[in-house]
Structure formats: structure tokens, C-alpha cells
């Protein structure tokens, strides 16, 4: 059990009590979520410090099914304003296992002299507390401090509580209810102006500065979810350039291989130039320039018939076309002779891309077989 949060030192034990508590692992571990177990700790320091009539408990919690746990509890007083004197209401706030994404579960705990009020607008008769703050719980900005504020606002307006030291009517007389809210002394009429109006005003006051708060801690509550919006923003960020840099490191790893063929196919037309740069003389004025060239593999032969044929297609489309314009070719025969054309343009086109492919992995191949044996 902790102490009350009276001093700074009780605080700090309180600090100490509760880093304790939430820290255990194992069959002793409280239930509740790792990823909220900060919060919590936030939430119950937070309340403490505002309201040191509380402390923090662990107590065994019974759920209706009869199902018994160990959870974290704020014991002691809430402070309940009423006709100009400050009443203090023992409440239990239980912390179940789902807090803080729902609500606490909070009951008035009157001592022996005390009886709750019947009927009561937020108070059943088992004491437990309904308030329209509970049921408008909102993960993560509602918290218990501000359930605490709801708490004495909603006693304020009907007291929860009256003491019974006065006799109780007989039974079969019908219930009544007591005269008096707890505790039974009222404020008497008979004060003085000036003490009501500095009670007034030290009233006003406090209520603008705890307004204040709220709203400063709204603030930083809304900033807090700007920056973690940020913060997975930057992560996306952060996926996407590992990404892009992978995808990067791929594409050097493609130029260099392409960069090894052409420096292999540099080479080799560099000693072609040298070998045969004398020889331009010895040639024929006469030579067929279509048989200069030959080639000496089954690869090359196929790869240059194909881009051959795709090239002649192309130049009688182009053919085909000007005649059409020029209206010596008939519509229906120029439609005919492009889809055949096309058709077979396609196949070659397919078959010259499938060769390059094979090439390309010869050569690459070949490349590493040198560097290997180098």
C-alpha cells in the first residue's frame, strides 16, 4: 500500500509504488496492457498530485461472474462543495483490466454513519457511479483527473450521501429520506458579507485555473497525437527510402553487367579495328555490301534476319500507307494488308527480344567465366 501523496516525499513513494507495481512480470504481473502501462502510471500520478485525499491501492476486484483479480485502485476522498461548506465523499476508483482504452469503474464507499441517498441521478444503490463522463470515455485524452472534476461537479449539484445518526422510521411506516446530506452540519445563514464574497471569489478562481489546466492539458494531449501522427509519417518515410534504395542498389547491380558487356564488346571491336585498319586499301571498289558482314553464330543469324524482316514490314507499311493517302490503294485491301503485316511484324518482334535475352545471359556468363579464372 502507498501513502498518501501529502509532501514530496510521499509523492516520490508513491512514484516508487506504482513503477513497482507495473513492473512485475510473471503470475504477480497486473493485468493490464504493456503498451499502456505508462499511461496508467501518468494518470494515477497525475490524480494524486491534485487530489492527495487519494491513494493508490492494489485490492482484489470481484466481477459479477464471480471472477476475482488483483487491480489498481484510487481510495480515499473526493471533495464535494454544498452550500458554501467543502464535504469530503469517501469514493473507490477500480482501474479494471481494460484501462485506460474504458473506463474506470468508480463506487461511493460510505462508512457506517453515512447511507446513500435514494433515488440518486448517479448513484445506485450499491454505489456504484454512472456519470455521463464515463460513458463518453474517449482513449487516450479522457483520464482520471478529469473523471475526479466530473465527480465533484455531479455532488455538488445532489449530494450522494446523508447521515444517519438521526432515528430511522419504523419499518411498514414507508421509507423517507433523511432531512440532511452527509456530513449533517450546514453553513448558517448568518455570515458575513465580505467572508461569502472572498469565499465566492477564491471559489471562482480556482474553478478558472483548474479550467485552465484542462484546457492546457487538452493541449498537449492534442500535441502529443500530432507528434506521434508525425512520427508514423517519418516511419512510412523511412520504409519508402529503404525501398527506393534497394531498388537502386538493383539497378547499379544491372548497369554494371551491362557496363561489363560493353567494355567486353569494346574491346573485342578494338581488336577488330586493329587488326583489319590496313586493309581498307586491298577492298574492291566493287564490294557487296550486303556480304560484308557475316555471322558466325546460329544467335546472331536469327537475331539479324529478324530485325531484317521487322525493318522491311516496316518500310511496306510505311508504303502501304502513303499509297492510301494518295487513294491509289483501296480501303479494305489496305486494312487486310497492314493486320496480316502486323501480325507477322509481332512475331518477329517477340522472337528478336527472346534472342537478346539469351545473348545477354551468354555474355553475362561469359564474363563471369573470365573473372573467375582470372
Not at 471562482?204 to 508525425?230: N, P
Not at 546460329?298 to 530485325?307: A, G, I, R, V, W
Amino acid at each position: 500500500m502507498a501513502p498518501p501523496a501529502s509532501d514530496p516525499a510521499k509523492m516520490q513513494q508513491i512514484q516508487q509504488f506504482l513503477s513497482s507495481v507495473l513492473s512485475q512480470r510473471g503470475p504477480s504481473a497486473l493485468p493490464y496492457a504493456e503498451t499502456t502501462k505508462w499511461l496508467i502510471r501518468q494518470h494515477l500520478l497525475n490524480l494524486i498530485s491534485s487530489y492527495s485525499s487519494l491513494e493508490p491501492k492494489t485490492a482484489t476486484f470481484t466481477h459479477n461472474d464471480g471472477r476475482s483479480v488483483i487491480l489498481l485502485q484510487a481510495d480515499g476522498t473526493i471533495p464535494m462543495p454544498f452550500q458554501g461548506v467543502t464535504y469530503n465523499i469517501p469514493v473507490v476508483i477500480w482501474l479494471l483490466e481494460s484501462y485506460p482504452r474504458h473506463p474506470p469503474c468508480v463506487y461511493v464507499n460510505p462508512t457506517r454513519d453515512m447511507i446513500i441517498k435514494r433515488p440518486h441521478s448517479n448513484v445506485s444503490p450499491s454505489g456504484l457511479v454512472s456519470l455521463p463522463f464515463l460513458h463518453n470515455w474517449v482513449y487516450p485524452s479522457s483520464n482520471l483527473l478529469d473523471l475526479a472534476s466530473q465527480l465533484t461537479a455531479a455532488f455538488s449539484r445532489d449530494p450522494p450521501l446523508y447521515s444517519q445518526r438521526r432515528p430511522q422510521p419504523p419499518i411498514g411506516s414507508g421509507y423517507q429520506q433523511p432531512s440532511r446530506p452527509f456530513p449533517p452540519q450546514q453553513q448558517q445563514q448568518t455570515d458575513d458579507a465580505a467572508e461569502v464574497y472572498k469565499r465566492n471569489a477564491i471559489n471562482k478562481m480556482v474553478e478558472m485555473v483548474h479550467g485552465d489546466l484542462v484546457s492546457m492539458r487538452r493541449a498537449r494531449e492534442a500535441e502529443a497525437e500530432g507528434l506521434l501522427s508525425l512520427q508514423a509519417g517519418l516511419k512510412r518515410r523511412e520504409e519508402e527510402l529503404n525501398r527506393g534504395l534497394q531498388e537502386m542498389v538493383k539497378e547499379k547491380e544491372t548497369l554494371e553487367q551491362e557496363l561489363q558487356v560493353i567494355s567486353m564488346n569494346s574491346d573485342f571491336l578494338d581488336s577488330w579495328i586493329r587488326e583489319n585498319k590496313g586493309k581498307a586499301e586491298n577492298l574492291l571498289v566493287d564490294l557487296d555490301v550486303d556480304n560484308a558482314f557475316e555471322c558466325n553464330e546460329t544467335l546472331s543469324k536469327q537475331m539479324l534476319e529478324c530485325t531484317a524482316l521487322d525493318l522491311a514490314i516496316e518500310d511496306v507499311v510505311y508504303s502501304m500507307d502513303k499509297s492510301f493517302r494518295d487513294g491509289s490503294l483501296p480501303f479494305n485491301q489496305y486494312l487486310r494488308n497492314v493486320r496480316l503485316l502486323s501480325r507477322e511484324q509481332f512475331f518477329h518482334r517477340v522472337t528478336a527480344e527472346k534472342v537478346r535475352a539469351t545473348q545477354i545471359e551468354a555474355q553475362v556468363a561469359s564474363i563471369a567465366a573470365s573473372l573467375h579464372s582470372s
